[in-house]
């Protein structure tokens, strides 16, 4: 017995059992499916915990500058979700913009918030990000993980498009299963709806439109977030993989996982920056549409990129490029770390468990 447990240990102390004898090529083997739900499900807490008071901030300056009419959206996003707020009454946006606070900047905004709001003012938006942006996140990672695995064992190799075409399968199935839970929560939002009322009115919506009308906004929003899913993990795996033989380490760490997860999250944000304009209007479309009855334009993607191109040129598909590289890598970066940690701590405590079993 003492023999078996001291060679499972190896020579450093550490487990070398066949389930732990290289992390870096199995990642999810030696935890259950459950465990990398809890993991990702913390690695969405931390993120959104993180950012959502870069975005909270940046709505606050946006509102100063050009305040919202009654009834009109505004697209909130913290890295892992984008949600639509609608406003209700006139100048104001319900429950974000009740003190008339001026704010000069973006760091005189942070210092007045906190002093005359409170610190959880700069939270103000995460209930409902947490409400989607975690299950999302949680059938996202897993998803990827298992077909990342199952793929590989399929294979029979350290196929290096295996990310690619995981990352793209599972943010479609991730994007396809929240889609309808978005515009449910939309319509809610935008006409405070009880939950009678908005059972009828999404009754009415399929009788007359068909099951489909549940993913309006389906498609622009895949056509942004499948090539970035396929671009990150892709850039990811391939960004670590060349960190841990620069840093002769067997297993990524908790800085590698880091900032593997930036670079790649910035370059894809980059490349998918057209899409991701091009989903912006059609979200706030929808939210119009369902606030104020306004007919959405029915102009497939590519004439809506083309109509951009003719009117700002190829600089109007690159809207917004600074703001969200800044946003989306460190979103990336602490989201895929927090992710990999608690997947580490889990194998850890599995193999700890197999040992103490001995």
């Not at 993120?47 to 870069?54: D, E, G, K, Q, R």
């Not at 990310?163 to 994007?175: D, E, K, Q, T």
């Not at 951009?308 to 989201?335: D, H, N, W, Y």
Request: charged content about 15%; overall charge positive; hydrophobic content about 40%.
């Amino acid at each position: 017995m003492g023999a078996s447990r001291q060679h499972a240990r190896g020579r450093n102390g550490q487990v070398s059992s066949t389930m732990a004898e290289n992390p870096s090529e199995h990642p999810s083997r030696g935890i259950t499916p459950m465990q990398q739900m809890l993991a990702s499900g913390t690695g969405a807490l931390f993120t959104s915990l993180f950012v959502t008071p870069l975005d909270v901030v940046k709505i606050r300056l946006q509102a100063q500058r050009t305040p919202f009419s009654k009834g009109k959206c505004f697209l909130y996003c913290n890295g892992l979700m984008d949600h639509l707020y609608v406003c209700q009454n006139g100048n104001s946006c319900t429950a974000w913009y009740k003190t008339p606070t001026r704010f000069t900047g973006t760091l005189d905004a942070f210092v007045k918030i906190i002093r005359y709001e409170g610190v959880r003012s700069l939270w103000s938006g995460l209930p409902p990000t947490l409400v989607m942006a975690v299950p999302a996140t949680v059938i996202y990672f897993t998803s990827y993980d298992q077909l990342r695995d199952f793929l590989r064992a399929k294979m029979d190799s350290q196929g290096r498009y295996i990310p690619l075409v995981a990352g793209a399968i599972a943010r479609l199935g991730a994007v396809t299963v929240i889609s309808p839970l978005e515009l449910i929560r939309t319509k809610m939002q935008s006409r405070q709806l009880s939950y009678r009322e908005l059972h009828a009115c999404i009754q009415s919506s399929v009788a007359q439109d068909g099951w489909l009308s549940l993913w309006r906004g389906w498609g622009p929003t895949v056509l942004r977030d499948v090539p970035f899913s396929a671009l990150y993990w892709y850039n990811y795996e391939l960004v670590k993989d060349a960190l841990c033989r620069r840093f002769h380490l067997k297993e990524a760490s908790f800085t590698v996982s880091f900032a593997a997860g930036g670079i790649s999250g910035m370059v894809a944000a980059v490349l998918t920056l057209p899409f991701d304009v091009v989903k912006t209007q059609r979200q706030i479309e929808l939210g119009n549409m369902e606030t104020l009855q306004v007919t959405a334009s029915k102009s497939s993607t590519w004439l809506l990129m083309r109509r951009i191109q003719a009117e700002s040129g190829t600089r109007g598909l690159f809207a917004g490029f600074l703001p969200r590289v800044i946003k989306v890598a460190p979103a990336c970066a602490i989201m895929i770390s927090t992710y990999e940690f608690g997947k580490a701590f889990f194998q850890k405590m599995n193999q700890e468990q197999q040992l103490s079993s001995l």
